[in-house]
T-cell receptor
Framework: DGGITQSPKYLFRKEGQNVTLSCEQNLNHDAMYWYRQDPGQGLRLIYYSQIVNDFQKGDIAEGYSVSREKKESFPLTVTSAQKNPTAFYLC??????????????FGQGTRLTVV | AQSVSQHNHHVILSEAASLELGCNYSYGGTVNLFWYVQYPGQHLQLLLKYFSGDPLVKGIKGFEAEFIKSKFSFNLRKPSVQWSDTAEYFCAVNAGGYNKLIFGAGTRLAVHP
């Protein structure tokens, strides 16, 4: 089945540690996104990527980093510089251009808790 | 910069009441517009989308939305809600030619039997 897989589902991190969240898609989508979801604030865009080896900062990129070495993978690293990392993180992908745009498809999310 | 506003943060309705959730965006050019729903404990699902053509868009589960370009709006409607519509609803905008997909803050809908 095609889809987006985020792992792990739950993640605990000690303060001061970096942690990497995985996102893999087998939908052959070019564009991939990372969002952070907090109660009452909706989904806020952290980073997005249009193609391999290219990515742009979203609205709340500080304290986060990403890479896009493969089309199907877009890992997010939450660094120790992120002041309030406890949140629900969502990865998404979509097709752009060519045959036409699609909506974004979402993974099940990773809940990160800093302890 | 593009942005999305959802004016109603919490809505409480009785079953069979009509629903309208507001969504306004700021971008002057071509846009793609979406409404997503997140049921409790579940992942985000697409309700409907607008790319071009008829500004009245019909989605799943009896939902529809109308794109009014002059008002920069894309309001979501349903004539008669059910208890199972209890969820959080998100409006999203993608400005034409760009990949930046922006979401609103969401509207939490509670439907009472």
């Amino acid at each position: 089945d095609g889809g987006i897989t985020q792992s792990p589902k739950y993640l605990f991190r000690k303060e001061g540690q970096n942690v990497t969240l995985s996102c893999e898609q087998n939908l052959n989508h070019d564009a991939m996104y990372w969002y952070r979801q907090d109660p009452g604030q909706g989904l806020r865009l952290i980073y997005y990527s249009q193609i391999v080896n290219d990515f742009q900062k979203g609205d709340i990129a500080e304290g986060y980093s990403v890479s896009r070495e493969k089309k199907e993978s877009f890992p997010l690293t939450v660094t120790s510089a992120q002041k309030n990392p406890t949140a629900f993180y969502l990865c998404a992908s979509r097709h752009r251009g060519g045959q036409g745009d699609t909506e974004a498809f979402f993974g099940q999310g990773t809940r990160l808790t800093v302890v | 910069a593009q942005s999305v506003s959802q004016h109603n943060h919490h809505v409480i309705l009785s079953e069979a009441a009509s629903l309208e959730l507001g969504c306004n965006y700021s971008y002057g050019g071509t846009v793609n517009l979406f409404w997503y729903v997140q049921y409790p404990g579940q992942h985000l699902q697409l309700l409907l989308k607008y790319f071009s053509g008829d500004p009245l868009v019909k989605g799943i589960k009896g939902f529809e939305a109308e794109f009014i370009k002059s008002k920069f709006s894309f309001n979501l409607r349903k004539p008669s809600v059910q208890w199972s519509d209890t969820a959080e609803y998100f409006c999203a905008v993608n400005a034409g030619g760009y990949n930046k997909l922006i979401f609103g803050a969401g509207t939490r809908l509670a439907v009472h039997p």
